[in-house]
C-alpha cells in the first residue's frame, strides 16, 4: 500500500468535524507543523473550524465574543495567533509602590487586551458589587488583521490623554514579570557572555536606574500622539442589560481600534539617534563628531575589557553606559517584554527591584479541592457588610494556601493614609485547627437576621509591631458564612474585615475610568510613598464614560 493511500489521503478524508476533534487536541504549534507536511493537509488545516476550535481551547472568551471579534480580522488562525501570543499576559499585576498598592488587571477588551489600574478607593453608597469601580488605562494590546499586534502605553500629560506607540517584543508563556523597556535595534557592543542570560537578551536593565528613568521619559515624549474624542470612550464591552447596548458597544469598539491602528501606522513608533538634537538631548556622541584621538580611545576600550573580565569572574554586574548601550545613527523605540524571572517570595508576595519599570504577575496556582477559598476576595472593615454605610476603605486581598496554611495577601488598600504594607499578610489561618470562637452577631433581630456559619478556623490577624515593615500579628478566627462571606475577627480588638469573593474583569466593565498619570509613572510609580498618588491628580475622579444609567 502506498504512502499516500494510507497516510494524507485518508486523514484528508476524515469530515470536518472528526479533524476538528483531532486537531483540537494539538496545540496550535503542533497544527502549523502539521500543515507544512504537505499542501493538502495545510489547505485543511486552514479553515476556520479548526482554528475557532483552538480559540474557544484557550478559555479566554466565550463564543459569541470570538463572532464578534471574528469580523475585525483576516481569518480565526489569525485571532488565534493573537490569543496565543498575548493570553500569557491575562491576570493580575502588582508593584510594591505605592504602598496602598498597585494593582493592574489585565483583560480581553475588543480584539485587544487591556491593562486597568485598580485605583485605590472607598466603597461607594451602592457596595461593592452593584457599585462603580474606580480605574484608569495603563496600556493596550490591539490585534491587527493579520493577527499581529500594535502596543500602546497610555497617559496624561497637559491635562490631554495621550498613547505612547510601541513593540510587544517577547511573551514567554510562563511569565511573571512585564518590562517597560527602550531597546534600540542592534546589541551593544561587548556584553559579557558571563552575565545571566536576560542581563544579555534586555540590556536595558543594565542601565544606571537614572539612564532608565530618562531614557523612557525622553522616547516617550518624541513619539505620543494626543487621542482623539472618538478614540477615548470605551476600551471593552460595558457590563449592559439590553442587546441593542452590547451592539452598539462592538460598533463603538470596532470604529475605535480602527482609528487606533491608523494612527499606529501613522505615527512613528521608533526615534532617530542621527537628530544632533536628541544626541545632545541624551548626551550620546552624534555621528558627525570627530573620531579624534584614536589611540587614546583604543586604550580605554581595551582597560574596560579588562576590567569587565575581572567583574565577570567575581560575579558583579557592570553597569553600561548610555554611549555603550546607544549608537549614534540609531533607531530606538518603546517595548512590552514578559518574561520568566527567577523571583523570590515572601509567602506569595514576589520581592521586586526597586528601580526597574517592571509589573510582577501575582502567582495563582491551579485550585485543589481544599483549596476552595483560594483567589481574590474584596471587602471593608466592619460589621455588618451594609451599602446604607458608605466611605469605608476598600481591601483587595489575595487568599492562597501554603502546606495548611490559608494566607490572606493585602494588594489594595482605598485608605487616605497607608495603615498596611503592600503585599502584608492581613490575616493567616490553619485550615486544621477549627476555632471555638463564636460568631458575636448571631441574633434573631429583624435589622440583624441570624447567621449561620458553615466553618470557622483558628488564626491570626495584623497588627501594629516593632516596624512598618515587619507588623506583629494577634489571635483571631476566620469565619466562614453559608451566604459566601468570609469574616475575620480579631480576638482582643474585636475588630472585623468582611470579605466577599469578586471578579475584577466585571467590577471594570461596571467601573468608571479616571485620568491617568504620565506615562512611565503610569506604567509604574517607583518613588516609596505611602498616600494615594492616584487620587492626586487633576480631574482624577471626573468620569470619561457617559453616566452609565442603565446598569
Same mark, same amino acid.
Given at each position: 500500500?502506498?504512502?499516500? %493511500? ?16 483531532? #486537531? ?61 501570543? #498575548?493570553?500569557?499576559?491575562?491576570? %493580575? ?16 477588551? *475588543?480584539?485587544?487586551?487591556v491593562g486597568c489600574r485598580i485605583i485605590p478607593q472607598k466603597v ?7 457599585? $462603580? ?64 542570560? %536576560? ?36 476600551? *471593552? ?27 499606529y501606522n501613522r505615527v512613528d513608533t521608533d526615534l532617530d539617534l ?87 504577575? *501575582? ?74 470562637? %463564636? ?37 483571631g478566627s476566620l469565619f466562614v458564612l453559608e451566604n459566601g462571606l ?23 466593565? $461596571? ?41
Open positions: 500500500m502506498s504512502f499516500d %493511500i494510507c497516510g494524507s489521503s485518508l486523514f484528508l478524508a476524515l469530515p470536518d468535524d472528526i479533524l476538528t476533534v483531532i #486537531t483540537s487536541s494539538l496545540s496550535p504549534r503542533d497544527v502549523c507543523s502539521l500543515g507544512l507536511s504537505c499542501q493538502g493537509l495545510n489547505s485543511v488545516l486552514s479553515s476556520d473550524e479548526v482554528w475557532l476550535s483552538q480559540c474557544n481551547k484557550l478559555g479566554l472568551l466565550a463564543s459569541s465574543t470570538l463572532i464578534e471579534w471574528r469580523k475585525g480580522v483576516l481569518s480565526y488562525k489569525a485571532l488565534c495567533r493573537f490569543l496565543f501570543n #498575548t493570553h500569557p499576559l491575562i491576570g %493580575i499585576w502588582v508593584q510594591q509602590n505605592p504602598e496602598l498598592g498597585n494593582l493592574v488587571y489585565v483583560m480581553p477588551g *475588543f480584539l485587544s487586551v461607594g453608597p451602592l457596595g461593592l458589587q452593584d457599585g $462603580r469601580i474606580l480605574w484608569a488605562p495603563v496600556f493596550e494590546i490591539l490585534c491587527k488583521y493579520d493577527g499581529s499586534t500594535a502596543f500602546f502605553l497610555h497617559g496624561r500629560e497637559e491635562g490631554a490623554d495621550y498613547v505612547y506607540p510601541g513593540l510587544l517584543k517577547s511573551v514567554d508563556t510562563d511569565c511573571n514579570v512585564l518590562f517597560l523597556q527602550v531597546e534600540p535595534r542592534h546589541q551593544p557592543d561587548e556584553i559579557d557572555k558571563d552575565v545571566s542570560q %536576560i542581563w544579555t537578551e534586555m540590556p536595558f536593565i543594565r542601565l544606571e536606574s537614572d539612564d532608565r528613568e530618562k531614557l523612557l521619559d525622553f522616547v516617550s515624549s518624541q513619539v505620543r500622539d494626543i487621542v482623539p474624542q472618538a478614540a477615548n470612550a470605551l476600551l *471593552f464591552p460595558l457590563s449592559r442589560n439590553g442587546e441593542v447596548d452590547s451592539e452598539q458597544d462592538f460598533a463603538v469598539l470596532y470604529e475605535r481600534r480602527l482609528l487606533l491602528l491608523q494612527m542621527r537628530s544632533s538634537e536628541v544626541c545632545k538631548s541624551l548626551d550620546v556622541d552624534h555621528p558627525n563628531r570627530s573620531k579624534g584621538k584614536t589611540l587614546f580611545r583604543f586604550l580605554k576600550t581595551g582597560l574596560k575589557q579588562l576590567l569587565r573580565k575581572s567583574r565577570s569572574t567575581t560575579g558583579e554586574q557592570e553597569h553600561l553606559k548610555l554611549n555603550e548601550f546607544l549608537r549614534p545613527g540609531d533607531i530606538v523605540g518603546l517595548s512590552l517584554r514578559a518574561k520568566t524571572v527567577d523571583v523570590h517570595c515572601y509567602k506569595v508576595w514576589p520581592y521586586m527591584h526597586e528601580s526597574l519599570s517592571a509589573l510582577y504577575k *501575582f502567582p495563582i496556582r491551579a485550585p485543589k479541592a481544599s483549596h476552595e477559598y483560594a483567589g481574590l476576595w474584596g471587602g471593608t472593615f466592619g460589621w455588618p457588610p451594609s451599602s446604607d454605610k458608605p466611605g469605608k476603605a476598600l481591601f483587595l486581598i489575595f487568599i492562597s494556601y501554603e502546606n495548611q496554611e490559608m494566607i490572606a495577601t493585602k494588594i489594595l488598600e482605598g485608605t487616605s493614609y497607608v495603615a498596611h504594607p503592600n503585599g502584608s499578610a492581613m490575616f493567616t489561618v490553619n485550615i486544621d485547627q477549627p476555632s471555638v470562637g %463564636i460568631f458575636p452577631w448571631d441574633t434573631e433581630k429583624e435589622s440583624n437576621p441570624i447567621i449561620e456559619v458553615k466553618e470557622s478556623f483558628k488564626g491570626e490577624g495584623i497588627s501594629d509591631g516593632y516596624g512598618f515593615r515587619y507588623p506583629g500579628s494577634k489571635p468570609l469574616v475575620f475577627l480579631w480576638e482582643e480588638s474585636r475588630e472585623v474585615l468582611t470579605l466577599q469573593r469578586i471578579d475584577l474583569g466585571e467590577l471594570l466593565r $461596571r467601573g468608571e475610568r479616571v485620568n491617568s498619570l504620565s506615562p512611565v509613572s503610569n506604567f509604574v510609580y517607583l518613588t516609596r510613598k505611602y498616600t494615594n498618588v492616584y487620587s492626586g491628580n487633576p480631574d482624577s475622579r471626573n468620569p470619561l464614560f457617559f453616566p452609565r444609567d442603565d446598569i
